[in-house]
């Protein structure tokens, strides 16, 4: 459960049309009043309790993404958003201490059946101080500007022109370099999305009224006799300490001549009302030794996720000094153990501490380049404060690819959450804008952050029914939710580093709780290649692929049950083909309007 949630996710049901409100001005002045007059006297008026009483959210609803709503949903969650932010920063500008701020919200939280009070509670107590901050330090911020970054919709949409910034990207036709494919392959692993829950109770709550379960202190909510699985769970669980271990020692077992360790991130859980800058690096530390245990002499190469971050999702820009507010001893604390471990060399230190990416040449002719994608997010309340490129990184990224075409050298990308999956309009923009120019040496991106196994295609910006490059997601190792935990296997070329294969593994969650003294039954869930019967993964090919998968309801099913890892959790809603050719559409990224590929 995020802050935005707490905040704005009420209005999902009957808003629009409730007790004769028409419009959204209208509503803005309606609630806004209607929240201002109970702020003062502490009562709710008959018109007050008609309007609560329609903003009420379903227990059901709780975890449903709000991006997922259109038409009058999509205008009615921009009203709400618009509506609380106009009054909480009218009510700050005129002295309001942080106390009573969060106090009221608490109860509008709690009132409307957001998140039960505990998570109320634990949410505004860890942000309400990071959101003050920049209300306090920026008084030309506007509701409509915070709502506009958060939603970036057409029912919300961001025009302030403080955020449409450019990155200088070299306009020079793109440096050939041969490409030739070799028959030696290299073995490259992807783990992603641990999520290790401290927590974690095998046999404990699994259905519970937080936004996390199967946790220790949830068992007086089990009303319905869900528990906890020994190795996870399909509900809204996170891993337990052992389903962790065993991924890892489960692909030094099966996999050899692993050439190199991509960790894509997240570690921390989501137990996000109760974070602690002691968990996090209680998680962070536990969890990289055990990897470093594992993989011994094998290159990790990692890098961070959302949920490092403390409060979740938070990456505050360097100007931030405050101890209590920055983010730089997560900075710190990934650069001592990247570095020590010896997966990283002393030269990343630099880029690291400045924003938690870095570049290295683990071999002549071939770059890796990782980034910290989390900065673009959403729901980073720090776009609010400093939009513009966070802390340079995307300049870096483009100067750092002008540096490898100029060396001849080939790149992996890594970043946590995928260009297209909310990540803040102008960055994704110019990252696409980055990736087009130096798509040529680019062979392969690698993302996480989804826990879906699933890729994107980038389309060229001079032709746009041409694929020129390919991010593949490594799903997640979690279960969370309803998914069966995975890893990946990139059989790519030695020359080159195309990825020439995948291997999704994956065991089935189900059977593994039915059988909890064995071992998880691992399996290679499919082959790419072989489960889509393509002859490689070459961008017509892929292409091809995708023109088959709209017109081929067999093929685009088989798709939609690897979306998901094959968990019955998940399949077992109801999806036809237009709910399928949805998660197709997902697969397509361009400047332009990729719905045209989708029709």
């Known amino acids: 459960m995020q802050f935005y949630k707490v905040l704005f996710f009420a209005l999902l049901l009957k808003v629009a049309n409730s007790n004769g409100i028409v419009n959204e001005d209208e509503m803005i002045l309606r609630f806004s009043s209607e929240i201002n007059n109970w702020v003062k006297t502490g009562e709710e008026s008959e018109e007050f309790q008609r309007l609560l009483d329609n903003l009420t959210l379903l227990s059901s609803l709780h975890r449903v993404d709000w991006h997922s709503y259109t038409g009058e949903t999509s205008n009615a969650i921009c009203t709400v958003c618009r509506s609380v932010f106009d009054t909480f920063i009218e009510f700050r500008k005129k002295g309001m201490s942080a106390n009573d701020i969060k106090s009221n919200v608490i109860k509008l939280c709690t009132r409307m059946n957001i998140a039960t009070e ?50 200088n990207i070299d306009s020079g036709p793109p440096k050939l370099i041969d490409a030739d494919d070799s028959e030696e392959i290299i073995n490259i692993i992807q783990i992603t999305d641990i999520h290790y829950d401290p927590n974690y109770e095998p046999y404990g709550n699994a259905n519970c009224d937080e936004p996390t379960c199967c946790r220790r202190g949830q068992n007086d909510t089990n009303t319905n006799n869900k528990v906890a699985g020994y190795w996870g769970d399909y509900n809204y669980c996170d891993s337990p300490w052992h389903a962790v271990v065993d991924v890892l020692e489960q692909i030094r077992a099966t996999h050899q001549n692993i050439s190199y360790v991509y960790f894509t991130g997240d570690i921390v859980d989501h137990g996000v009302w109760e974070t602690s800058f002691k968990g996090n690096i209680e ?42 507010l920055n983010t730089q ?58 939009p513009k490129d966070p802390v340079g990184q995307l300049q ?85 939710s309803n998914l069966n935990p995975n890893y990946k296997l990139y059989i790519a070329d030695s020359k080159n580093y195309a990825v020439k294969d995948i291997e999704t593994w994956m065991y089935n969650l189900t059977l593994a709780n039915e059988n909890a003294a064995q071992r998880p039954l691992w399996y290679k869930s499919y082959s790419f290649k072989e489960e889509y019967d393509i002859p490689d993964l070459s961008y017509d090919s892929l292409h091809n692929w995708l023109s088959r998968l709209a017109r081929d309801d067999d093929l685009l099913s088989r798709y939609y049950r690897n979306f998901f890892k094959r968990a019955e959790a998940s399949l077992k809603k109801e999806c036809d083909t237009k709910c399928m050719r949805a998660y197709m559409c997902r697969i397509i990224t361009s400047l332009g309007d990729h719905r045209t590929h989708c029709s």
Not at 376 to 381: D, L
Not at 448 to 460: I, K, M, P, R, W
Request: include cysteine.
């Open 396 to 480: 870096w990224l483009a100067d750092t690819l002008l540096q490898a075409e100029k060396d001849g050298e080939f790149v992996h990308i890594l970043a946590h959450i995928p260009s297209n999956n909310e990540c803040h309009a102008p960055w994704k923009r110019e990252y696409l804008k980055i990736v087009d120019r130096y798509a040529r040496i680019i062979t392969a991106q690698f993302n996480g952050h989804t826990h879906n196994d699933e890729l994107l295609l980038f389309f060229s910006n001079d032709n746009s029914t041409t694929i020129n490059n390919v991010a593949w997601n490594g799903g997640s190792a979690t279960a969370f």
């Open 283 to 324: 998680s962070i530390n536990k969890t990289y030794s055990q990897i470093y245990e594992t993989f011994r002499n094998i290159p990790v190469y990692p890098i961070m996720g959302n949920h490092e971050a403390h409060p979740v999702n938070l990456f505050a820009p360097k100007t931030v000094t405050s101890n209590e």
């Open 329 to 386: 001893w997560l900075y710190n604390l990934m650069a001592d153990l990247w570095i020590n471990f010896g997966w990283l060399p002393e030269s990343t230190r630099h880029t690291i501490l400045q924003g938690g990416y870095y570049t290295l040449s683990p071999k002549k002719g071939f770059r890796i380049i990782a980034l910290n994608s989390n900065v673009c997010y959403s729901t980073n309340w720090w776009l609010w404060y400093q």
């Open 118 to 167: 505990r998570v109320c509670d634990g949410v505004m107590t860890l942000n309400l101080p990071i959101i003050l901050y920049i209300v306090d330090t920026k008084p030309n911020l506007t509701a409509s500007t915070i709502c506009g970054v958060v939603f970036e919709s057409e029912s919300c949409p961001l025009i302030d022109d403080e955020f449409d910034w450019t990155v």
